[in-house]
């Protein structure tokens, strides 16, 4: 929900879709069921995460560059 909330803080989706997409994510209790969203509000939701770039951030390879000494157990004292 946090997503939608932040695609109506942009404007990408007005404030009826944003109700709409909220109670229909509400009531669906499997993944399947929410992919079965009317198309008028899928297709909201699809411009708005192509907006916000969403598909690249899920597809992005995580980042390799820590200092791995951040990770290291600490030996005692």
């Known amino acids: 929900m946090k997503t939608i909330d932040e695609m109506l803080h942009l404007d990408l989706l007005t404030r009826e879709q944003h109700i709409e997409i909220g109670a229909w994510i509400a009531r669906c209790t499997s993944p399947e069921e929410i992919m079965q969203m009317p198309p008028l509000l899928w297709q909201a939701m699809e411009r708005a ?4 770039k969403i598909d690249e951030d899920l597809l992005r390879l ?5 200092d791995s000494a951040d990770f290291a157990p600490s030996s005692p004292g």
């Not at 995580?62 to 820590?66: E, G």
């Open 49 to 52: 995460s192509k907006i916000m």
């Open 62 to 66: 995580p980042s390799l560059d820590f």
